[in-house]
């Protein structure tokens, strides 16, 4: 049987494994957070006065004592071992892509020579994993390995099969960040400060503001048994070879089509266990290319909403694997259609109810709803290239700038009606009356600003950075990304332009202008100055990249020189100021991010060799002696003349063969030689610069002709399955 039917075999069966639609008896509002230890599980286990005492470090950030944690640590294990759990792990997010955990029993010595099943407080509160495997850019060296996880008790425990998992910090043992939970901490902790602050001006009662993120997932599905059959697929998460399958998108009828049963059998399972694990999942659909799905779940706290991303990619991972599939989170694990990303839609809201990026029914809702808005492109405009450094990586520099996904430049689409309304605040001085047509009619008479309605249907999709109607949406972040990248650097930005901003107000005030008049001063100044970053055109267009560039945005396209943004001037400015990251961990986090760059072409760039050599080159190979025996064998039974022409296409293609092969085997041992001359270069920039500029673009240029031997094999002997065959689920 040859490799092809084989494969086609393989995924047959799953096909035919009918997996059972799960069909759950009660309804999402009973079974909604059953394995989590939420405020409702809290009230029920925990006496009433250290439940208070809870919600106080919860909402407030108030330290926790021993005693707390210790009449916590009890309720919480009689909640967990009621689920079954006899395990315990500390949650966290190291600066590898995934989560780490490091499980323990609930088991203690009695005294008496049995056992007893034991979790303290101190267990709860901090631990010491071994951390020395973990990417620490140089902060701590492995001899001194000690780094300890830290609870987080905003985001709240929960249970996954037999072990409690407790969501944490991740610090070394000299108190840098390890993880991408710290600084995300403090960055939202800065916005809530300093967004506070400016809040109070419109309404003095505001206490807190809190920063929300609605992540929308994609992701491919493909048959588990034919991703086995490709090691590239396997080892890096992408196709390195492959040509273009006759039909993919471009008959756009995958986006918003019917879901297959497979898939739908798929969804439903992940979304019932997202569910109990206290995901609200609200919307899945078809993408737009054939096996791209996405799913979104109801906007969250930021820091909440990036646990449930983390624990929803697992997820997604393993109900995959029951369904026969494999889920793929890399951006671009198939040529030629689109990539996958995870727009990160996110606004800051008050605890008095207030959505600052919503307009309002007042003038002072107007005037509060500009302020954020422009004092939001301020920090978009003035970090436009670090924000790109946030969502760069290896896999994700395949989509960036294709024109499928947003550009490789940060800019910001507002639609028609918000250019309207800057542009008039613009222009007109303090006490000019503004109206803009229709039911949008808007009177810039200080006080008075009717309610504003914004059309949010007008979108633009080739913005990176899009106002939505009452947030923007940030869809540059790669699909199999920690959001909290991005939202350390966008929270601490609007941190950094808000408070810049309001000691710019406070000092008018100081002046003796009245409040409102000295914001509305501000903002139009600043309407001004973060005027480039505005761009409401099409971003994958040639002549956005020469105007962007006039108008002096980051327009890098190498993502190791992207990297380049974290050790700015004002990146260190910016994050030491607002109290997220010191110098020394900042150098640490690029130094990590450069590693990973290099780490992830290094693999790519093995793999795809080995694979030259030991599937294609030899197939090709056998496939033009099959077709020189062909030849010679006709040279034998026919007259010269006839053979000849007989013989003229299976001619061509065996010089065809051997153009490809050889293209491909001196170019193969040009990539091993670029690897070796990259590998030895003093610093992990000069590396990653050296694997972005001398091997990558090798694998793309061998890659064309393997693609184009792939059209010339015989089928049955082309031992890899192909785009046709993996991208339509049956
Ligand atoms: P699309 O952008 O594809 O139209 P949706 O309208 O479904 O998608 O919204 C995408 C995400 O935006 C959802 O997670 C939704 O909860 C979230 N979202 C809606 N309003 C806000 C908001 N004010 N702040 C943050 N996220 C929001
Ligand atoms: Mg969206």
């Known amino acids: 049987m040859s490799s092809t039917i084989r494969f086609k075999v393989v995924g047959e069966a799953f096909t035919k494994k009918a997996i059972e639609v799960p069909n759950p008896k009660e309804r999402p509002s009973e079974f909604f957070a059953k394995y989590v230890f939420n405020r409702q599980k809290m009230s029920k286990y925990l006496p009433e006065d250290v439940y208070l005492k809870m919600c106080d470090v919860i909402d407030n950030g108030s330290s926790l004592d021993m005693s707390t944690a210790n009449a916590v640590a009890a309720a919480m294990k009689k909640w967990a071992m009621e689920l079954g759990a006899t395990h315990c792990t500390h949650w966290f997010q190291p600066l590898t892509e995934g989560t780490a955990e490091k499980h323990d029993g609930f088991v203690e010595h009695d005294g008496k020579g049995g056992m007893i099943e034991e979790f303290t407080g101190k267990e709860l509160v901090q631990q010491e994993p071994d951390a020395s495997s973990f990417p620490s850019g140089g902060i701590r060296s492995t001899f001194e390995a000690r780094g300890y996880s830290a609870w987080d008790p905003a985001s709240p425990v929960f249970v996954i099969g037999d072990t409690l998992m407790i969501p944490t910090v991740f610090i070394s043992y000299t108190g840098e960040a390890l993880d991408y939970k710290a600084p995300l901490k403090k960055a939202l902790k800065a916005v809530d400060r300093a967004a506070t602050a400016v809040a109070r001006y419109f309404y003095p009662e505001v206490r807190k503001v809190v920063s929300n993120l609605g992540w929308e997932q994609e992701y491919f599905l493909v048959d588990e048994g034919l991703y086995a059959a490709r090691p590239d697929l396997l080892m890096t998460g992408r196709t390195l070879m492959g040509h273009d399958s006759a039909k993919n998108q471009q008959m756009e009828d995958h986006y918003f089509g019917s879901i297959p049963g497979r898939v739908v059998a798929f969804m439903k399972d992940l979304e019932i266990q997202a569910l109990e694990l206290g995901i609200p999942c609200k919307t899945r659909h078809n993408e737009v290319a054939p096996n791209q799905f996405e799913l979104a779940p109801i906007y969250e706290e930021t820091n909440l909403a990036i646990d449930h991303n983390m624990l929803i990619m697992s997820l997604m991972r393993e109900v995959a694997r029951k369904h026969g599939f494999r889920c793929l989170l890399h951006e671009k694990p198939f040529a030629g259609i689109n990539g996958s990303g995870k727009h990160n839609n996110w606004s800051l809201g008050t605890d008095t109810g207030i959505q600052l990026y919503g307009p309002g029914k007042t003038p002072v809702d107007n005037l509060r709803f500009v302020t954020f808005i422009v004092e939001t492109l301020m920090a978009v405009h003035k970090h436009n290239g670090l924000l790109k450094a946030s969502i760069v990586s290896a896999t994700n520099a395949h989509r960036l700038g294709l024109g499928e996904a947003p550009p490789a430049i940060i800019s910001s689409f507002l639609g028609r009606q918000l250019t309207d309304l800057l542009r008039h605040l613009e222009e007109s001085d303090d006490d000019e009356i503004i109206s803009l047509e229709g039911k949008q009619a808007l009177s810039l008479d200080i006080p008075q600003i009717p309610e504003l309605l914004l059309d949010n249907t007008d979108r633009n999709r080739t913005s990176p950075f899009a106002f939505t109607g009452n947030r923007f949406e940030f869809r540059a972040v790669g699909s199999q990304a920690n959001c909290a990248a991005a939202m350390i650097v966008l929270n601490t930005a609007v941190a950094e332009a808000l408070t810049d901003f309001k000691s710019r107000v406070d000092a008018l005030v100081a002046e003796g202008i009245e409040p409102m008049k000295a914001i509305l001063k501000t903002v139009r100044q600043d309407i001004k100055t973060c005027k480039p970053i505005h761009f409401d055109g099409n971003g994958y267009s040639e002549e956005w990249k020469q105007e962007a560039r006039r108008r002096g945005l980051n327009v890098e396209t190498s993502a190791p020189l992207i990297l380049d943004e974290y050790l700015s001037a004002a990146t260190r400015s910016m994050f030491k100021r607002m109290n997220v990251l010191n110098d020394a961990e900042l150098e640490a986090r690029t130094e990590i991010k450069l590693e990973t760059y290099t780490k992830k072409i290094q693999i790519e ?46 001619m061509q293609l065996i010089e065809q063969i051997s153009e490809h092969t050889s293209f491909i085997t001196e170019n193969v041992e040009r990539l091993v030689e670029a690897r070796k001359v990259a590998n030895v270069l003093p610093s992990e920039r000069d590396k990653a610069i050296a694997y972005h500029d001398t091997v990558a673009p090798l694998l793309e240029s061998i890659r064309y002709h393997i693609d184009k031997l792939e059209l010339i094999v015989d089928d049955e002997l082309w031992p890899l399955p192909k785009y046709r065959e993996m991208l339509f689920i049956r």
């Open 605 to 650: 760039a093995r793999i795809f060799g080995d694979m030259c050599m030991n599937h294609i080159l030899p197939v090709a190979t056998r496939y033009q002696s099959q077709l020189i025996d062909n030849v010679s064998k006709i040279k034998e039974i026919f007259p010269t003349e006839t053979s000849t022409r007989i013989n003229a296409n299976n």
